[in-house]
């Protein structure tokens, strides 16, 4: 079956950095979009960013625009999140997403493959 599995979370001081991955299993997902939400305590599972396509188009939730970096590696059906700039607002647990297809929504409920999630904690 597919499964999706994270990485590279922790505990980290605010003004640093993460890189979460990501990697799928049980089918491909070349070109199809392949996501990030998180969910903070108490508060609903939110979009942070996406990428789809051949040509690797991605998007950003405007909190972690210019800060996160999203990447895939699809010879390792393998997605990245690079966050840097680290502040307590980005403390949640972070969930990878996939959606066998290459129309890009930001709801949640529109993606079919989860992740466990990965705890990220930022310390002030």
């Known amino acids: 079956q597919v499964q999706l599995a994270e990485s590279g979370g922790g505990l980290v001081q605010a003004g640093g950095s993460l890189r979460l991955s990501c990697a799928a299993s049980g089918r491909t997902f070349v070109g199809n979009v392949m996501g990030w939400f998180r969910q903070a305590p108490g508060k609903e599972r939110v979009f942070v960013s996406a990428?789809?396509?051949?040509?690797?188009?991605?998007d950003y939730a405007d909190s972690v625009k210019g800060r996160f970096t999203i990447s895939r590696d699809s010879a390792k059906n393998t997605v990245y999140l690079q966050m840097n700039s680290l502040n307590p607002e980005d403390t949640a647990v972070y969930y990878c997403?996939?959606?066998?297809?290459?129309?890009?929504?930001?709801?949640?409920?529109?993606?079919?493959?989860w992740g466990q999630g990965t705890q990220v904690t930022v310390s002030s």
């Open positions: 990428i789809w396509g051949s040509a690797g188009m991605t």
């Open positions: 997403a996939a959606r066998p297809s290459v129309v890009f929504f930001r709801d949640s409920n529109m993606y079919d493959y």
